[in-house]
T-cell receptor
Framework: NAGVTQTPKFRILKIGQSMTLQCAQD?????MYWYRQDPGMGLKLIYY???????DKGEVPNGYNVSRSTTEDFPLRLELAAPSQTSVYFC???????????????FGEGSWLTVV | GIQVEQSPPDLILQEGANSTLRCNFS?????LQWFHQNPWGQLINLFY???GTKQNGRLSATTVATERYSLLYISSSQTTDSGVYFC???????????FGTGTRLQVTL
């Protein structure tokens, strides 16, 4: 019962470093998303994908890049990390597929990122 | 884009009490969902409810799409209900959800 799996769960980065947050889903969903959640706030959409090879910007895309080479995987790349990118990052998926239907969105457990 | 507002921002209940959480949205939507974020940060989908009423155990939700609001009812609250409840909405085919800032619920013994 894996669902949406994110790695790593915790990471500390120095200013200017780069890293990739990994996300994989096993529900054969066509839609995938990356959100960030700042302390005490709701989630904001960074990027999303409607299928393999197709990605688009969300509300807060600056400083991030994504790719979607397969249906299952949707990695998020942080280039030149800045303190403003300290946040909790959630990957999610939705769509008609295994163990799910329609527009219900399923979240991973989150990745806690601190930039110092 | 859509604006989503939730009220109240904070709520403290004694175990066994009932509560109603409200979500207002600024435009017509075809996707509205309620989530519970537990104290460990995990987000659990409670309801997909762009219109109508649904019930799941002690929780129920109603969305009145024409008046642009949704309500989440929690009956006979338990300490495990503590956490933050988010409402999120979107238009279009993908679930590009806009989240409210949440209602933080604390249930005490």
């Amino acid at each position: 019962n894996a669902g949406v799996t994110q790695t790593p769960k915790f990471r500390i980065l120095k200013i200017g470093q780069s890293m990739t947050l990994q996300c994989a889903q096993d529900m054969n969903h066509n839609y995938m998303y990356w959100y960030r959640q700042d302390p005490g706030m709701g989630l904001k959409l960074i990027y999303y994908s409607v299928g393999a090879g197709i990605t688009d910007k969300g509300e807060v895309p600056n400083g991030y890049n994504v790719s979607r080479s397969t249906t299952e995987d949707f990695p998020l790349r942080l280039e030149l990390a800045a303190p403003s990118q300290t946040s909790v990052y959630f990957c999610a998926s939705s769509g008609q597929g295994l163990r799910s239907s329609g527009n219900t969105i399923y979240f991973g457990e989150g990745s806690w990122l601190t930039v110092v | 884009g859509i604006q989503v507002e939730q009220s109240p921002p904070d709520l403290i209940l004694q175990e066994g009490a009932n509560s109603t959480l409200r979500c207002n949205f600024s435009d017509s939507v075809n996707n509205l969902q309620w989530f519970h974020q537990n104290p460990w940060g995990q987000l659990i989908n409670l309801f997909y409810i762009p219109s109508g009423t649904k019930q799941n155990g002690r929780l129920s939700a109603t969305t009145v799409a024409t008046e642009r609001y949704s309500l989440l009812y929690i009956s006979s609250s338990q300490t495990t209900d503590s956490g933050v409840y988010f409402c999120a909405a979107s238009q279009g085919t993908a679930s590009k959800l806009t989240f409210g800032t949440g209602t933080r619920l604390q249930v005490t013994l």
